[in-house]
Each structure stands twice: as C-alpha cells, then as structure tokens.
C-alpha cells in the first residue's frame, strides 16, 4: 500500500504548518536580529557622537601656555577609569595631544576624517573598541585637529547577545503555542470528520444501514451521497439476487420437461441430449444457490458464530442419528466473524451435509480463533479423497460418486461465498480417516485483508 496514502489528514496539517514554522520563524528571528542590530549600533554610535559634540565644545586653546585645553568635564567616570575602554582623544597627528584619563599612556589611531566616521578599532590591550571621529579647525592653529570618541565594543555586542536569545525563546515559543493552537484547532475542525468515520464503521458493522447527516454543509453534502450510493447498490444487489433467482427458476421447469421429452429419442442422440441438459441444470442449480446465499458482503454485521448456526447444527444432529452418525461440535459462545447469517449458515450447513453423507460413524466440528480471524474446520471419518478427487470437488457439479444423493454443488458454492468474504477453503486428509474441510474467514473488512495464515 502507498505509505502517502497512509498519513492522516492531522498528520499532513501538522507536518506542512511544522514545515512553515521551521523555514519562517528562523527567517523571521534572523530579520528582527538583523534590524535590532542594525538600530542599536546606530543608537550606540549617536551616543558617541553627542558625546564627541561635548569634547568638541570643551575643546579651547591656551595662548599663554601655548597648549590644548578642554574646558568641559564629560560627567562620565568611566573615562576616569584606565584602560575602561571609554576614551576620548584630541591630537593633531604629531606633537600636540589630549586624551582622558583612561588612555593613560596609550593613543588612538589618528587618520583623516573630514566628515564624522565610524567604525570598530582596536584599542590598548586588543580590547575591541567602537570608535566615531573627526577632524575640526581650530583658531589659530593651523593643522586641522582629529577628536576620536571610543566606548567597548563588548557593551554593544552584550546588548545584541540578549535581544538575540530574546528573539530566539519568544519564537520558540510562539512556533510551540502555534503547534498547540493548531493541534486543538485540528481536533475540533476534524471532529465531525471522525464522527463520519465512526458511522461509517457502523455501517461495515452492519450496525446501521445511512450515515449521519448533521455535519457541516460540506461533509453533510458528502455523506448524503454516500447514503444515497449505498441505498443504491443495495438495490442493486437486491434486484441482482431476485433477477438471478427469477431466471433460475424459469429455466427449471423447460429443462425439466426437455429431459422428459429426451427419453423418447433413440440413442446416442438421447444420451448427448441428456448430458447437455444435465450441464444447464447444473448450471440453473448453482447461480440459484448464490442468488439465495449471497447477502451484502461489504457491509457484513459481526455475528456469534454459535448462535447463527444453532439452528443448523440441531437440524443435522438430528439426521446423523437417523443415520447412525455420531455429531459433535465445538463453537464457543464468544466467537464471533463478520459474514451475513444466511451465508455462514450456507457454508457449514453444506459442508457438514457433504460430512454426514459420506461419514462412517462420526462427523466433527471444531474452531480456531486468531487475531487475523477464524477457521472454521469440518472433519468425517469417511473414505476421504486423493489429491485428484479434492481438486475435482471443488469443480462446479462435480460428484464423485453418482450413487449417491446431491447435485455436486455443495463444496463449489462454499468455495465462491468463502471468497466473496475475502477467505478461502482448503480440503485436505482429516486426523479421522475421512475429509477434512478448512474454512478461513477474515476478522477486518474486505477492503483490508491481508493474505490468511497457513
């Protein structure tokens, strides 16, 4: 069977929203990291920045000491703190030079910036720094002067680290409560699917004949089609079995008066004329059986095997003693299989009849249950047959002994109902002497059998 086939609905729902979730919640996150990354190292560099605006203001020269000096304090004690990463600079690229505190011996690289520039540097001890800078002129020098404003690039990359798990728990989480939400949304939506199942398996069942119809306007729709496809083809069937039985018997009584009507004709027309008519009788006999046997196979109710057949097993009880043919059977109570009444009873009534008609003294009836279904095994003390005879036996008419009563039918229409409900009849040597027939019949619906066991 084709495993898609297999996958249910629910399944199908949740693996195709499984599959959205795990290409669009990663995109997502990457696109909200990307966009929180790319506005806090703007916000940090516009820090930065202000902060340059201030060394800037402070910035003055000292024409008595002929020096730079800046007249504003930053407010900030971490450019007090040596080596903090916080720095500012102030130099000219040569002699002339201002830093913070925090610098202490080191410098900064200085590099033409005639607009605001910034970028990630490495500052003293390899720490990594995030730098913005400028060159300005200032009165009266003449060499235009390079401000550098620094801060760790730690702090920035700390601050991205959080928003990142951040990112990565809330989607997390978001993709675990959209799989709950589905799961309790499939379940409701597919509640009236399940319900349709169940009456469907009622039906199977033979529990009910029609599908519920108070389903949502789609599946109502369905389900009155498919009530109407069942009253339908059990009209069908029906019609069949009449339609079969009607002509069975029409052709009955010509046959009958031809066969009359042969014995007045000279040999050897008389005996071929004879022979054909026996062939259509034959015939007539056989497709009357099935007509009257055959119920509907696919909707087939759960019977108790003991029950339906008790009426069967007295009634040939009863003529084994007449016969002098001791009976005995072992059917338990709780055995059930999935076949109309008439048709089981049709099946071992005609192979207990077969027993009993060439049974010695004693003619026997047993079961098997399995988790695959039931056997069902018919065994006489008679003369039995030879590989031959039990492959001809099971041909349509044919009978092994003409002294004997009986069209020949018995064993091929219990071979054609056994197989209508997806079984199978085996004949073979019984443990008393005679014949054994075995009879399997399938626990599940014909759509989902497998082969039986050995």
């Known amino acids: 069977m084709n495993r898609k086939r297999r996958v249910s609905l629910a399944s199908r729902l949740m693996l ?5 979730l795990v290409v669009v919640l990663p995109l997502a996150g990457l696109g909200f990291s990307q ?11 516009r820090q930065l920045e202000a902060l340059l605006n201030v060394v800037v203001a402070g910035l003055a020269w000292d024409d008595v000491q002929q020096r730079l000096i800046q007249e504003r304090d930053l407010g900030d004690p971490r450019f007090e703190q040596v080596f903090s990463g916080w720095y500012w ?13 925090s610098l202490w011996d080191q410098r900064l690289p200085v590099q033409d910036a005639p607009e605001v520039l910034r970028q990630d540097l490495p500052g003293p001890r390899g720490m990594p720094l995030r730098v913005v800078e400028r060159d300005i002129h200032l009165a009266p020098l003449d ?12 702090l920035l990359e700390r601050e991205l680290e959080r928003f990142t798990q951040l990112v990565v728990f809330s989607l997390a989480g978001l993709g675990l409560l959209m799989l709950v939400v589905l799961a309790l949304q499939m379940r409701w939506g597919l509640a009236p699917l399940r319900r349709m199942q169940a009456d469907l398996a009622r039906v199977e069942n033979g529990e009910a004949e029609r599908l519920d119809t108070a389903l949502p306007t789609e599946l ?8 109407g496809v069942l009253a339908r083809d059990r009209r069908l069937m029906e019609h069949a079995r009449h339609a079969a039985g009607n002509l069975a018997h029409a052709l009955k009584t010509p046959v009958s008066v031809l066969t009359t009507l042969a014995d007045a004709i000279e040999e050897p027309r008389r005996t071929r004329i004879r022979d054909e008519l026996s062939r259509i009788d034959t015939a007539v006999r056989h497709h009357l059986a099935r007509a009257t046997a055959a119920g509907d196979v696919g909707l087939a109710p759960r019977v108790a095997v003991a029950e339906v057949l008790a009426p069967i097993l007295e009634g040939l009880r009863r003529l084994g003693t007449r016969r002098g043919v001791t009976f005995d059977h072992d059917l338990p109570a709780n055995l059930h299989v999935r076949m109309a009444p008439q048709d089981l009873q049709e099946v071992v009534g005609n192979l207990l009849d077969n027993a009993l008609r060439w049974a010695c003294g004693r003619v026997s009836l047993h079961s098997r249950e399995t988790s695959e279904g039931l056997w069902l095994c018919v065994e006489d003390d008679g ?12 041909g349509r008419g044919a009978r092994l002994d003409e002294q004997r009563s009986g069209s020949g039918l018995g064993l091929a229409i219990v071979a054609d109902l056994v197989a209508l409900h997806g079984g199978r009849l085996t004949l073979d040597t019984s443990p008393l002497g005679g014949l054994s027939a075995r009879v399997w019949l399938p626990a599940q619906p014909l759509a989902e059998l497998q082969a039986p066991p050995a």
């Open 220 to 227: 109502a729709r369905l389900a009155s089609a498919m009530n």
């Open 383 to 394: 003369p039995g047959m030879n590989e031959a005879q039990r492959q001809a036996a099971m």
């Open 89 to 101: 600079q102030i130099s000219d690229g040569g002699e002339r030079a201002l830093t913070s505190r």
């Open 35 to 45: 966009h929180f990354r790319t506005n806090a190292t703007d916000s940090f560099d």
């Open 143 to 154: 060499t235009p002067l390079h401000i550098s404003v620094s801060a760790p690039r730690q």
């Open 16 to 20: 195709a929203t499984l599959a959205v």
